[in-house]
């Protein structure tokens, strides 16, 4: 599979899955030569197929609330997706706010598939943590270092106190 053949697969995946699968909360996709597959956390459904030029699809509840944006965060993230694969040379993997993609192209290595992987995390990715999150760690940092820094100045302050102290002791002998 070129990678022009696996960027038109990956391309095509978005929007059959909001036609297959109504912008549900998890879904997986399965095409000849192409895989997708999201999901949010915690979701866990009976899988469904059909043979009409489909392999294999499975569909999970409809978003019953408003997630913060799950649908907008998961399009940018198919779009980031779409492009990074073909410069990737077949493989790309990221985030994008909440949700995490990779896609992985093979060439005649078995059976020209490509297979693309999203998940949801509703409290952002493991390892990476939210920009307003970072914020106040840097704050609590700073805190700590003033608080710290503080402590220590007058830990010095006292020692020099006693040792002037002593010193004037010495020179009243």
């Not at 294999?56 to 399009?75: I, N, P, W, Y």
């Not at 779009?79 to 410069?87: D, F, I, P, Q």
Request: hydrophobic share 35%; charged share 20%; proline share 3%.
């Amino acid at each position: 599979m070129s990678d022009q053949e696996c960027h038109n697969c990956v391309n095509t995946l978005p929007q059959m899955s909001d036609t297959l699968c109504s912008q549900a909360m998890k879904a997986r996709i399965q095409l000849l030569g192409c895989y997708t597959h999201y999901e949010a956390d915690n979701f866990d459904e009976p899988e469904s197929t059909s043979t009409i030029n489909l392999l294999h699809k499975t569909c999970g509840e409809s978003q019953a609330m408003d997630l913060g944006g799950f649908v907008e965060m998961r399009d940018a993230a198919f779009a980031a997706m779409e492009s990074g694969v073909v410069s990737g040379n077949g493989f790309y993997k990221s985030s994008y706010d909440s949700v995490q993609v990779m896609a992985q192209c093979e060439g005649e290595i078995y059976l020209d598939k490509c297979f693309i992987s999203y998940t949801y995390y509703p409290g952002g990715t493991p390892g990476h943590s939210k920009p307003e999150d970072q914020e106040g760690n840097n704050n609590n940092g700073k805190a700590t270092a003033i608080i710290v820094g503080g402590a220590a100045a007058l830990f010095v302050g006292f020692i020099f106190f006693l040792f002037i102290k002593s010193w004037s002791k010495k020179d009243d002998d």
